[in-house]
């Protein structure tokens, strides 16, 4: 030590000194996160452990509870498993989601369809095809639009198509049977329940009679109703079609090109 020049020594001891202060400073930080971790408010939710479909009666299976900050979470979320237990779901919820009041029926109600209908509200099932059911794209939880298209007595010569109830509610999918002629095998029909009013009921129920029945399938937050005059044939059609579908008389020959030949003195036509 006695041959280290003071300088080195000088050198060195502000080495080390910085190296302990950014130590100490790490160490310190290190510290002071899990402080302000700490300072965020956090309180007990109740979530979906996984997708439940609407009508589904609560089990705790079906539960789990997460730790979320207090700000995110809503006034009327779930915050006590065992009250959940037994409550039906109004809607489809997602693996993950916080359960809220307003996505179940009221305590009491049963489970399955009866159980998610509202008040004053009715379930009326009808028959789709693969194409009028939007292939198959509508699920529980969606609301449609039901068209209706009429083709007879007054409307047979001049087809007409228009909406006739908007923003309905679907509450389930399904199939039905069709029994077919002797000898032909039965025919599986894809069928839509809606929630209507009674009087969205009764029309309902006249228009898939009367005519035939296609569902638009709404956006997420499409709420608005939007009135439509409806569509027809004739107003599909240009006017050179118009007229030609209103000619009801034979297609005229289309007239022929004629040459007059002169041969001395007779006369003599040529048709092309």
Known sequence: MKNIPPLLLLVLAVVFGGFAAYIASGWLKARARPAARDSVAMMPAVAAAR????GSVLIPELLKVVQLP?????ADAATDLKAL??????QLIVAGEVIQEHELAPKGAPGGM??????DKRAVTIKVDEASGVAGFIVPGNRVDVLLSLDRNEFKNDPVTQIVLQNLPVLGT???IEQQKAGER????????LEVTPEEGERLALAAKEGTITLALRGWTEKAAIPTAGARVSALLTP?????????????????VGVEVIRGVGRE????
């Open 240 to 256: 050179e079609k118009k007229a030609a579908a209103n000619f009801e008389g034979p297609i005229p020959p289309p007239a022929k």
């Open 114 to 119: 009866a159980g998610i209908i509202g008040n």
């Open 269 to 272: 036509m040529v048709n092309f």
């Open 174 to 176: 399904g199939q039905d």
């Open 186 to 193: 039965p025919k599986v029909v894809p069928t839509v329940t």
């Open 85 to 90: 237990e037994g409550r039906v779901t109004r």
């Open 70 to 74: 207090k700000e995110h979470v809503a």
């Open 51 to 54: 997708n439940i479909a609407p």
